[in-house]
T-cell receptor, first 113, second 117 residues
Framework: AQSVSQHNHHVILSEAASLELGCNYS??????LFWYVQYPGQHLQLLLK??????LVKGIKGFEAEFIKSKFSFNLRKPSVQWSDTAEYFC???????????FGQGTTLQVKP | GAGVSQTPSNKVTEKGKYVELRCDPI?????LYWYRQSLGQGPEFLIY????????DSGLPNDRFFAVRPEGSVSTLKIQRTERGDSAVYLC???????????????FGPGTRLLVL
């Protein structure tokens, strides 16, 4: 069965620290990968996505993610976090033409000022 | 422009009752999705509409759940004989036409928080 897993459930960082959130997927075929973010009191919004081509993708607000096919991973990174990055982060995968997204459990990021 | 809207924002009902949750997608978006998010979990896919038809309803948990999109825009998720385990946030998302389904960015609404007592 298709699945997406996120390793870290709760991460606490100080401002200016570097961030890496893990995401692994387990399904074959065409892989479309996404990172969504939910800021406190707001709805889910897209950070970045990968379909094909350059495995290093850049998103909004200085986030990037690297697709490593051999490791079935799509980790999210940011070199220097800010207090405003406090949010819940979801990795998701979509396969083929269905449009159906399979989400990971989510990672709550708390950035201390 | 206006985003995806969902009504009501909160719904409290009693076990065994019927509820309807409404989703207004972004104007012109042909694809519409419903997800359910339980506390501490990621969203879980329920159903996907392309136009008026349900292209994938594999996530509906049982026959108490049903969704319609009669004119290809607004959608209603209907839950019969609600159970306490149905308590969750129900999210709706929409996507424009163009890219293959699996590549589309989904734009999410704020959700409806359903509590079944």
């Amino acid at each position: 069965a298709q699945s997406v897993s996120q390793h870290n459930h709760h991460v606490i960082l100080s401002e200016a620290a570097s961030l890496e959130l893990g995401c692994n997927y387990s399904y074959g075929g065409t892989v479309n990968l996404f990172w969504y973010v939910q800021y406190p009191g707001q709805h889910l919004q897209l950070l970045l996505k990968y379909f094909s081509g350059d495995p290093l993708v850049k998103g909004i607000k200085g986030f990037e993610a690297e697709f490593i096919k051999s490791k079935f991973s799509f980790n999210l990174r940011k070199p220097s976090v800010q207090w405003s990055d406090t949010a819940e982060y979801f990795c998701a995968g979509g396969s083929g033409n269905t449009g159906k997204l399979i989400f990971g459990q989510g990672t709550t990021l708390q950035v201390k000022p | 422009g206006a985003g995806v809207s969902q009504t009501p924002s909160n719904k409290v009902t009693e076990k065994g009752k019927y509820v309807e949750l409404r989703c207004d997608p972004i104007s012109g978006h042909t694809a519409l999705y419903w997800y359910r998010q339980s506390l501490g979990q990621g969203p879980e896919f329920l159903i996907y509409f392309q136009g008026t038809g349900a292209a994938d309803d594999s996530g509906l948990p049982n026959d108490r759940f049903f969704a319609v999109r009669p004119e290809g825009s607004v959608s209603t998720l209907k839950i019969q004989r609600t159970e306490r385990g149905d308590s969750a946030v129900y999210l709706c998302a929409s996507s424009p036409a163009g890219l293959a389904g699996g590549r589309k960015t989904q734009y999410f609404g704020p959700g409806t928080r359903l509590l079944v007592l």
